[in-house]
């Protein structure tokens, strides 16, 4: 009797076990407003749970958290707080330098490539054609940790010679449309943002792009110390989706598996770009490092 009361308390406490849903948190940085964050990944987790369940052999309920600011989100992968997110390059990176642990899960496609577009733009009447006409200007960053927004622009403005010295002022804005904004209003003369916001809110008649540049497509990555099996359900997942209407969303046609190595030449811009702040080279340069 004894023995089948202990039988049943097992069977009971393993589905318990399995009836009890692994809880995931799912963080992203706002590079666009709250709501549309919100239409953006719902969809999306939500399209992802079913064969995580499937995979898992257990019920899945992912929390959605959008980040404060980029630097937040990043500490918060670095730290553990959340079990996985979808940053852009310059963020994983830093997140990695922080915590080695962390490890990628899949990266995006861009119809079918892993690169898609930034660009550096300009009101036409503002008479700026070139990189080089730049001295003297007002520059619309992103975020502080944008890899668009900040990294690259201002590796390619070191290209040309330029670093924050030769700017009237700048200014991170934290967000994409932002920065639209402030080139549409005037307030800057200049802005760098990614080609697909552009294309949204600028009228193409009244603005020039005066430098398009690569970028690489966004990286989906894990807290360090999240179980393989769980990592390599959410990789299967990601890249099994197929409907185009809740993908697009995110301005990708799909997913791939990712390596550290897909964001080398991320990571050359990284370190560009500390050229542009002279004054502060060495220092940076060992932070980097």
């Known amino acids: 009797m004894l023995r089948t009361l202990l039988l049943l308390l097992t069977c009971f406490t393993v589905q318990a076990a399995q009836d009890k849903p692994l809880i995931l ?10 709501t549309i964050m919100y239409r953006k990944f719902s969809p999306i987790l939500e399209s992802i749970t079913a ?9 899945v309920d992912i929390h959605l958290t959008i980040f404060e600011d980029y630097a937040s989100g990043i500490d918060a992968l670095a730290n553990g707080d959340v079990d996985f997110v979808r940053f852009g390059p310059s963020s994983y990176i830093l997140a990695e330098r922080k915590n080695p642990n962390i490890k990628l899960l899949a990266m995006e496609l861009r119809k079918g490539l ?7 733009i300009a009101k036409k009447d503002s008479g700026i054609t070139s990189i080089a006409e730049l001295k003297g200007k007002k ?13 690259l622009a201002q590796s390619i403005l070191v290209d040309y010679g330029l670093n924050e010295k030769n700017l009237a002022s700048f200014d991170f804005l934290k967000r994409h449309d932002l920065v639209a904004k402030a080139v549409i209003t005037g307030t800057h003369d200049v802005g760098a943002l990614k080609a697909s916001t552009y294309k949204k809110l600028c009228d193409q008649e009244e603005f020039i792009v005066i430098k398009s540049f690569v970028n690489v497509t966004k990286p989906w990555v894990a807290r360090g110390g999240l179980p393989k099996r769980i990592r390599s359900a959410i990789t299967a997942s990601l ?21 550290p190595k897909d964001y080398e030449i991320v990571r050359q811009g990284m370190k560009n770009a500390l050229l542009f702040y002279p004054e502060t080279l060495e220092e940076s340069q060992e932070e980097i490092d």
């Open 25 to 34: 948190k799912f963080g992203v940085c706002p590079s666009d407003r709250a």
């Open 51 to 59: 064969p995580l369940e499937n995979q898992l052999k257990q019920k």
């Open 114 to 120: 892993k690169t898609f577009s930034g660009v550096i």
């Open 139 to 151: 520059f619309a960053f992103g975020d502080e940790h944008s890899t668009i927004g900040r990294y």
């Open 239 to 259: 890249i099994q989706l197929a409907n185009s209407e809740i993908i697009g969303e995110l301005g990708c046609s799909g997913f791939t598996e990712a390596s």
